[in-house]
Antibody
Framework: EVQLVESGGGLVQPGGSLRLSCAAS????????MNWVRQAPGKGLECVAR????????YYVDSVKGRFTISRDNAKNSLYLQMNSLRAEDTAVYYC???????WGQGTLVTVSS | DVVMTQSPLSLPVTLGQPASISCRSS???????????LNWFQQRPGQSPRRLIY???NRDSGVPDRFSGSGSGTDFTLKISRVEAEDVGVYFC?????????FGQGTKVEIK
């Protein structure tokens, strides 16, 4: 059974940092592009970053460029999102997804507030 | 960025009746490889989104055949042939042909 389990969310002050993790199992993690998608409370969805199989290609939405870094550790079957200089508008549930197979995690909530 | 526009945003339906959601993109979703990367997702209350349809018209595993997708270029439709109670939720279209991938605003389906 495929599982994507996010962790690392929580309450952080504006300007602070958080590192999200996604533990993958049930499939060959190192063979798939991976993504982070977020959903602000009561709002729509936004794909914030994606990374290729070996971590050599990374793409970001403009709103997080220079502040967020996506990475992966294929030996640990894990995906990461380092979030720096957090803003109130980054408040959202963050999902780890594998797009081509349509697999989504349950999400982890990040709240940026003083 | 490609803007995805869904209509209607709210869709009250009678059980057993059909329902249809439209999604239009601000530019063609035909990718360089010839595929059209248009997807439909269902999000039930309190749950993660679940993909129903990929590449316009392909149903994901386990998705009931009352769900169907159609369209081409910039104009796409999700149809539910006979709405059931478990279909209540928000439906999103999403394009993955142009980065950044973008989603429609969502259509809330509820039972009349």
């Amino acid at each position: 059974e495929v599982q994507l389990v996010e962790s690392g969310g929580g309450l952080v002050q504006p300007g602070g940092s958080l590192r999200l993790s996604c533990a993958a199992s049930g499939f060959t993690f190192s063979s798939h592009w991976m993504n982070w998608v977020r959903q602000a409370p009561g709002k729509g969805l936004e794909c914030v970053a994606r990374i290729n199989e070996d971590g050599g290609e990374k793409y970001y939405v403009d709103s997080v460029k220079g502040r967020f870094t996506i990475s992966r550790d294929n030996a640990k079957n894990s995906l990461y999102l380092q979030m720096n200089s957090l803003r109130a508008e980054d408040t959202a549930v963050y999902y780890c997804i594998q797009y081509s197979r349509g697999w989504w995690g349950q999400g982890t909530l990040v709240t940026v507030s003083s | 960025d490609v803007v995805m526009t869904q209509s209607p945003l709210s869709l009250p339906v009678t059980l057993g009746q059909p329902a249809s959601i439209s999604c239009r993109s601000s530019q063609s979703l035909v990718y360089s490889d010839g595929n059209t990367n248009l997807n439909w997702f269902q999000q039930r209350p309190g749950q993660s989104p679940r993909r129903l349809i990929y590449k316009v018209s392909n149903r994901d595993s386990g998705v009931p055949d009352r769900f169907s997708g159609s369209g081409s270029g910039t104009d796409f439709t999700l149809k539910i042939s006979r709405v059931e109670a478990e279909d209540v939720g928000v439906y999103f279209c999403m394009q993955a042909s142009h980065w950044p991938w973008t989603f429609g605003q969502g259509t809330k389906v509820e039972i009349k």
